[in-house]
């Protein structure tokens, strides 16, 4: 009884959330941390290309964000023979510990990772990463920090519909 209570709790929990968005969005929750996902560079979906860009940060990889980042980010970045960097132990924990709440996917085109980083302090904060598909791969497009999960659904709907005529625009470009 005690099971069928819990699923319960937990499928209102989800709804409650999903409830917020509308017919165009599908939620895939997650709850796992970083740490739980092996270290291996995989762009085949939303969530295997966020642990791919995580253990880069984590390795200090930078001169490999090129491959896994949109063409549009690309000259914004280090250059790709860019030397690794040094990261401290703590830094490797907080991101090893970053809990993948859920992926929120809007028409089947643009994913956000909606991801709570936890400092040592105590506080925490939400990031939103955006994916979409180049050339078969998933691919970020960049990172929004909110202080609570609200803040970070709500830009996500308000802003879902613009990413995704954006990306839309540029489709073609990126079948070339």
Do not use: C
Request: charged share 25%; glycine share 4%.
């Amino acid at each position: 009884m005690k099971i069928f209570i819990a699923l319960i709790s937990l499928l209102s929990m989800v709804n409650a959330g999903a409830q917020e968005f509308d017919s165009s969005f599908k939620i895939i929750v997650v709850n796992k941390k970083v740490r739980e996902f092996p270290d291996r560079f995989d762009l085949s979906s939303p969530l295997n290309s966020f642990v791919t860009v995580k253990y880069l940060l984590i390795n200090g990889k930078e001169g490999m964000f090129g491959k896994v980042s949109a063409v549009s980010k690309k000259s914004l970045l280090p250059d790709s023979t860019a030397a690794d960097s040094q990261v401290p132990d703590n830094m490797k924990e907080f991101q090893l510990n970053t809990v993948i709440e859920n992926i929120i996917v809007y028409s089947d085109s643009i994913a956000f990772v909606v991801s709570k980083l936890s400092q040592e302090d105590g506080e925490q904060f939400y990031s939103v990463r955006q994916f979409h598909p180049e050339f078969g791969k998933w691919v970020n497009n960049g990172e929004d920090l909110f202080h609570d999960v609200e803040g970070a659904n709500k830009f996500i709907q308000h802003n879902a519909r613009y990413i995704y005529r954006d990306f839309q625009a540029k489709r073609p470009d990126y079948q070339k």
